[in-house]
């Protein structure tokens, strides 16, 4: 179970990325200010997947 979330999770960084890149690019977002928006979303989205895979732990 663990592999395949974790394989799920990679998937789901790896889009949420693109889709983050694809902003910065469309807002015409400074250099400066990228590395935060990415670390910020990055950080929120592997909060968000570690307490997922928790709750999935607690609920089988």
Same mark, same amino acid.
């Given at each position: 179970m663990a592999i395949v979330f974790i394989i799920y999770a990679l998937i789901i960084l +790896?889009?949420? !990325? *693109? %889709? @983050?890149? *694809? %902003?910065?690019? $469309? @807002? !015409?977002? *400074? $250099?400066? $200010?990228?590395? $935060?928006? +990415?670390?910020t979303i990055n950080v929120l989205i592997t909060i968000l997947l570690i307490s997922s895979y928790v709750e999935v732990l607690n609920t089988v």
């Open positions: +790896f889009i949420i !990325n *693109s %889709l @983050t890149h *694809s %902003l910065c690019q $469309k @807002t !015409n977002m *400074s $250099k400066e $200010k990228q590395p $935060k928006v +990415f670390r």
